[in-house]
């Protein structure tokens, strides 16, 4: 029994040595050059892959800077890798013209990685779901990889950057506008820019921008227009124009590795004189220094706060309610001593060794700090619909009111529609659940977003909340299709009674940006919390969002009740 307990102790004994040497618990033991990876997703509990390069001579003390790459519509992480280092397929499929053959089709081109040049970055490229776009899940998928390369490499967070084509274009514009503070740099590639971007081009004013775009690109027009808005707000805009190139223009900008040189010139400043920020939404409300902490969401919100001198800021506000000045570290703030703030023309001093905020009350700013209430519009209880089905989220069909076996065979199938994202052809790779009110788990209300059908007499899900949900559609209502979005238990509930939110319209009208999945899904993309419709979704009754403390606007509440077939909780 000694010799057994003395031989369990030298192995303790080489264990604990082994886990002292430096390095070789958290040595990293992938090989160098290129190589997939993968991220757990709690989206769909999916493995979600990205492909990424190593450098050669990789030194696990050193910190690396990173470059992320997103491809474009009916492309993959390991073609947008390959891209992004100039080695593509010669000419790719996406947009061919006719009669040109193609040297290797995308196909032969994903089956293998070439030999790419050796750069001393680490370069990630994620498939984010396939031709989905960089809004929603695709987006989330994004930095959640970003996470998981963080947790792998020592990354220099000051050295992050940001590129893509096409539609990865396009999300490098959204990415990059939306959270300005984590990029040192981007490089649209002939973007695509999605819905609502256009309000957010100031926020470039402290990110160095380089677009590329041939002048026979069917995306030259937006190109131009992006241009234009570049040239105004960031004094570190560079373009590059391809004489008689199309929609690949890519083969150009990445060739010979050029983009690896041009984002060596640039670091992150996280705390630069001026700060421009615009959103709408909570889930977008830092750059920098600045924080909003309380606005109306849907409705844009912008700041123009600078430095005027060591301790002085002059600051102009349009639409916001609230903000917070985060002011250690910054050059120009001295805490020893008393700052000066003046927010829109009003004038305060104050003294802080770390963050000074400011509030409206009663229209006027005060140098108080906003605290939420509970039932508050904030981060991730602010809508509009999209926001349910842009995480984890299930969808649930009712089973009550005593269905014949057609009917609710009917009702599943209806349902089981939206789980196939893919609206033009493009794989989507979202994987949500179809369940019924009987099925749904406790985890599901602790992780899930919930996405319920039918009425309080149809779905059970919907009867247990009922005394909590605003409105209901009366059970003997015909021909009338009402959605909103609600928050309850730290997560949303979308909530659709009688017509489906999909119904056709009897007329299509022109949206702003590009749009990539056209699913059903993909018709929820809208900036509304609510909306009730008769016959078809183009003969909207009322429509809006929920006011800051989601109570139904007053007018919306009359137009419902004077339908006879919405009842509005007081």
Not at 183 to 192: E, V
Not at 360 to 371: D, E, I, L, P, Q
Request: glycine share 8%; aromatic share 12%.
């Amino acid at each position: 029994m000694k010799k057994i307990t003395s031989v369990f102790c030298q192995v303790l004994m080489v264990i604990a040595i082994l886990t002292m040497i430096p390095g070789n618990a958290c040595a990293q033991k992938l090989k160098p050059g290129p190589q997939d990876l993968s991220f757990f997703s709690k989206v769909d509990e999916t493995d979600q892959p990205y492909a990424i390069y190593i450098p050669k001579n990789f030194d696990e003390s050193k910190k690396y800077p990173l470059v992320v790459f997103l491809h474009g519509a009916w492309s993959n992480h390991r073609l947008g890798l390959r891209r992004a280092f100039g080695q593509g397929n010669s000419q790719g499929t996406d947009f061919i013209k006719p009669g040109n053959v193609p040297v290797e089709d995308d196909l032969e081109a994903t089956r293998y990685f070439p030999v790419l040049k050796d750069v001393d970055y680490i370069v990630a490229a994620p498939y984010a779901r396939g031709t989905a776009g960089y809004q929603g899940i695709p987006e989330q998928d994004v930095y959640e990889m970003l996470d998981d390369i963080k947790s792998r490499f020592s990354i220099d967070e000051d050295r992050i950057y940001l590129t893509g084509l096409s539609m990865g274009g396009g999300g490098t514009i959204w990415l990059g506008l939306t959270r300005p503070d984590i990029w040192a740099a981007i490089a649209p590639c002939c973007p695509a820019p999605p819905d609502g971007s256009t309000d957010l081009t100031g926020n470039a004013c402290n990110l160095p921008v380089h677009l590329f775009v041939g002048d026979k690109d069917f995306l030259y027009k937006t190109a131009q227009e992006w241009k234009a808005k570049f040239e105004a707000v960031t004094p570190r805009f560079n373009y590059t124009e391809y004489p008689g190139i199309g929609h690949n223009s890519w083969e150009y900008a990445y060739k010979d590795g050029f983009i690896f040189e041009w984002f060596s010139q640039f670091t992150r400043d996280l705390f630069p004189q001026q700060v421009k920020f615009s959103t709408k939404w909570f889930k977008y409300n830092k750059a920098y220094w600045v924080k909003f902490d309380n606005l109306i969401p849907g409705t844009l919100a912008t700041i123009d706060a600078k430095f005027t001198g060591t301790n002085n800021i002059e600051i102009t506000t349009n639409g916001l309610e609230a903000f917070t000045l985060s002011l250690a570290g910054h050059s120009m703030f001295n805490p020893a001593q008393k700052a000066t703030a003046k927010v829109d023309g009003k004038s305060f001093t104050f003294k802080t060794s770390d963050a000074v905020s400011f509030m409206k009350v009663n229209g006027t700013w005060s140098n108080k700090k906003f605290a939420p209430n509970l039932t508050s519009k904030q981060t991730g209880a602010e809508g509009p619909m999209y926001a349910a089905v842009s995480s984890n989220h299930v969808y649930v069909y009712g089973t009550g009111g005593n269905p014949s076996r057609e009917e609710l065979a009917a009702r599943q199938a209806e349902v089981a529609s939206l789980a196939d994202w893919s609206g033009m052809g493009g794989r989507i790779m979202v994987f949500p659940r179809v369940i019924s009110d009987k099925e749904i788990r406790q985890s599901d209300y602790e992780t899930s977003n919930l996405v319920l059908f039918g009425t309080k007499e149809t779905n059970a899900i919907i009867e247990k909340f009922a005394d909590k949900l605003p409105v209901h559609l009366n059970a003997d209502a015909k021909d009338y299709g009402l959605v909103y979005i609600f928050p309850l238990n730290n997560h949303y509930v979308v909530v659709n009674s009688g017509l489906p939110w999909w119904t056709p319209a009897k007329q299509t009208s022109s949206q702003e940006g590009f749009s990539f999945m056209g699913s059903k899904v993909e018709t929820l993309k809208k900036d509304k919390d609510f909306v009730l419709f008769k016959e078809t979704s183009d003969n909207i009754i009322t429509q809006g969002i929920f006011d800051n403390n989601w109570k139904l606007p007053s007018e919306a509440a009359a137009i419902m009740k004077a339908t006879g077939v919405i009842t509005v909780r007081e």
